[in-house]
């Protein structure tokens, strides 16, 4: 390959068969095939393409006979002319060409097309990726809603969305992240409905991103969010396109990385993750019901373990009479104290949860309820544990459970350890002393700017209600004002 440098100071390259060879020496999925189109010279084409992301069947069957038919009729320099004959549609290739750039597009399905006499130099798509097909998400159970799903291809994630928006306001950008992955990343928004400024933060942060290797959605949030140390999650994720096209219509952002099936929603407050995909499908009494359940599930997860060890331990007579004494009766003969007891159970309980997660979904949750079972009757029947404890313990699983976002489960449980030892050892004013901490802690905590207990604080009377409740579709007329868009009648469209 020869370089030389234009008048920007910048290499040029004049691609050839052996600079082509010698880019791709180490690489044997990438074919570098040649051919003769025909008895008169010069007639020899280069193939460059990779075997395993291309179909390979178009080439023999398609390609090479319409360039054996070009030769014989109008010869292989016509292509200058447009870069299009027939069904073949080449592009051709600027000289100055960058090897990454090459390599994307030989990884990215493309075939390169090298006519080695005239050093010309063309590309067409022919990928065929591996991949799957839209089904059903395994994280967002469907009941009434849509059984398709998004899946590891970028594009394909982008027409799930498109197949729901059919409409040019919706915009999608697409960079490349990643120096040596070379990932492809989508944004996704409203232009005439988001907030220009979350817009225009979003894209810087994306543009300031520079790392080896992009492939988990959790490093991309890491890298996007407001702060980098914190304990809940900043942006939402989903694997559902509805969810995705209710987000945006509420003025939120979207951000597709290739390679994974969730995608990544912003901005995100906690009353964005209580919300389920499924809300959209029922009714508003059941779905408030359903709300409620959820925001009482969330507090009895965090605080009760913290607050039975409180008032079992140092204030016993803030429970009623008949309650203390059942519990001091259960606790008669056991090696441990309340404290300890608990928490060997709150131990428990995580490792039964870590240990269905890494199983088989049927297998993971068969395994979680009827280890629990058999362990916390065979823990009371030995004498290790009282049933008040195990009670406690199986009421603070199954109320996790019902958050629907899972890394706000992962924030709660670690909340709730915490929570759980300083109760342990300054009994009910430390259980006080760590929500008004916890609280502290949330209401500084920013999305792309927005207040993380957004509408509760800031407060806003408008949002209140909407963020707890749902409302029918018909008394919906405006999207949230925590996002400050610059569209706020919704016309009943989107709850946000």
Same mark, same amino acid.
């Given at each position: ?28 999925d990438v ?15 280069v ?24 030769e ?9 002319? #447009? ?18 750039q ?26 065929h ?10 994280t ?6 849509p ?30 992240? #990643? ?59 989903? #694997? ?47 779905i ?21 060890v ?123 002393? #760590? ?19 957004a ?15 749902r ?26």
């Amino acid at each position: 390959m020869t370089e030389h440098y234009n008048k920007n100071n910048h290499p040029v390259h004049n691609w050839d068969r052996d600079s082509l060879k010698a880019l791709f020496a180490r690489t044997a999925d990438v074919d570098i095939a040649s051919f003769q189109l025909s008895d008169q010279a010069p007639s020899e084409v280069v193939l460059v393409y990779s075997s395993g992301l291309c179909n390979v069947g178009e080439i023999s069957q398609t390609i090479l006979p319409e360039l054996e038919k070009l030769e014989a009729t109008k010869g292989l320099d016509t292509l200058h002319e #447009g870069g299009f004959y027939g069904p073949l549609p080449m592009t051709s290739v600027n000289p100055s060409a960058s090897p990454a750039q090459i390599s994307e597009w030989i990884f990215d399905g493309c075939l390169l097309l090298l006519i080695p006499h005239t050093k010309a130099l063309f590309r067409m798509n022919i990928g065929h990726r591996p991949e799957r097909n839209p089904e059903e998400s395994t994280t967002e159970i469907t009941i009434k809603g849509p059984k398709d799903g998004f899946i590891e291809d970028l594009m394909t994630n982008v027409a799930l969305i498109r197949k729901r928006v059919r409409s040019e306001a919706l915009s999608c950008d697409i960079s490349v992240l #990643g120096k040596r992955t070379r990932t492809k990343v989508a944004l996704l928004y409203f232009e005439d409905i988001i907030n220009p400024r979350i817009l225009s933060e979003v894209k810087k942060r994306l543009q300031q991103i520079e790392v080896d290797g992009l492939y988990s959605i959790n490093q991309l949030e890491e890298m996007l969010v407001d702060q980098k140390l914190t304990l809940f999650p900043l942006l939402d994720f989903t #694997g559902r396109p509805d969810k995705t096209v209710s987000s945006l219509l509420a003025g939120r952002f979207v951000i597709i990385l290739d390679g994974n099936p969730m995608v990544l929603i912003g901005p995100g407050n906690l009353s964005l993750l209580l919300k389920s995909p499924e809300d959209l499908y029922f009714s508003y009494q059941y779905i408030s019901f359903a709300r409620l359940i959820r925001l009482l599930s969330l507090f009895i997860s965090m605080l009760l373990p913290g607050a039975w060890v409180a008032l079992s331990s140092f204030h016993p007579d803030q429970l009623p009479f008949r309650l203390m004494a059942t519990v001091a009766s259960g606790r008669i003969g056991l090696p441990f104290s309340g404290q300890v007891e608990l928490f060997i159970l709150l131990v428990l309980l995580e490792i039964f949860r870590e240990a269905g997660l890494r199983l088989p979904s049927s297998i993971g949750q068969t395994l979680t309820v009827v280890g629990g079972l058999i362990i916390g009757d065979a823990a009371i029947r030995a004498g290790l544990v009282s049933p008040s404890v195990v009670v406690v313990g199986a009421v603070t699983a199954v109320t996790s459970v019902t958050l629907v976002n899972q890394s706000l489960s992962g924030s709660v449980s670690v909340i709730r350890i915490g929570l759980f030892f300083i109760s342990a050892f300054m009994g009910m004013y430390g259980l006080l002393l #760590g929500i008004v901490l916890v609280l502290g802690y949330m209401s500084r905590l920013r999305s792309f700017g927005v207040p993380y207990l957004a509408p509760l604080s800031p407060f806003n009377s408008a949002d209140i209600l909407k963020s707890v409740l749902r409302f029918p579709w018909v008394w919906m007329k405006r999207r949230p004002a925590t996002l400050r868009v610059t569209d706020p009648d919704s016309k009943g469209e989107t709850e946000g």
